[in-house]
């Protein structure tokens, strides 16, 4: 009996990997793989890439090939005045980065707006309304999420940064800067 554990104990197939990624975007891999035949190795790590790739762009991480836009590029582009596009990045409707130049986004983010039109205006709209509720309330407690108006709320503010999650799993989340009259 022992004989045999000792048999399957040797044998027995083990995958483990984890991967972090720096916030400069570069990814760390840590794989663990026994008594793995070479194809269900490659398996294992196809999929691992695959999920991590995943995570790094609902992240919003910027994947390879994107274009980098600013609100001129993008009225060439996808139509609409300049100061159309420049409305909705002050709006936080599309993704940007704070530049000397300007505001730059990227084409990812100017099509999957377009795609989500109404969506991402709900969740702006929940996103601004969640920001002040949470400000408001006191930061033991939980606020009501918009979303789902349970009272489930909770965030952790830095300085500069909102990071908020409800935690009755309606799935609504944000991260948003701290208003310029709140922040100190
Ligand atoms: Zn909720």
Same mark, same amino acid.
């Given at each position: ?13 083990? =995958? #483990? $990997? ?12 840590? !794989? ?7 194809? *269900? +190795? #490659?398996?294992? !790590?196809?999929?691992?890439?695959? %999920? ?9 991480? +910027?994947?390879?090939? =994107?274009?980098?836009?600013? %609100? ?7 139509? @609409?005045?300049?100061?159309? $596009?420049?409305?909705? !990045?002050? *709006?936080?409707?599309? &993704? ?40 408001? %309330? ?7 999420? &918009?979303?789902?108006? /349970? ?5 952790? +503010? ?10 009755? /799993? ?7 800067? #701290?208003?310029?009259? *709140? @922040?100190?």
């Amino acid at each position: 009996m022992e004989a045999l554990q000792k048999q399957e104990e040797k044998t027995k197939k083990e =995958a #483990v $990997w984890s991967g972090t990624m720096s916030s400069g975007g570069r990814l760390h891999l840590s !794989l663990y793989f026994k008594n793995l035949s070479e194809e *269900e +190795i #490659v398996r294992e !790590l196809a999929g691992g890439i695959a %999920s991590v790739s995943k995570k790094m762009l609902a992240d919003g991480y +910027i994947p390879q090939g =994107a274009r980098l836009m600013s %609100s001129r590029d993008i009225a060439e582009k996808f139509g @609409s005045s300049r100061q159309y $596009w420049e409305k909705l !990045l002050r *709006e936080g409707k599309l &993704p940007y980065c704070q530049t000397a130049a300007g505001r730059i986004t990227a084409d990812l983010w100017v099509t999957g707006y377009l795609r989500n039109r109404e969506e991402v205006d709900q969740y702006v709209k929940w996103q601004k309304i969640a920001v002040k509720r949470i400000l408001e %309330s006191s930061p033991s407690k939980y606020a009501t999420c &918009p979303k789902c108006g /349970e009272t489930k709320l909770s965030a952790s +503010i830095n300085r500069s940064e909102i990071n908020g999650v409800c935690r009755a /799993e309606c799935g609504f989340e944000f991260t948003s800067a #701290v208003p310029e009259s *709140e @922040s100190k």
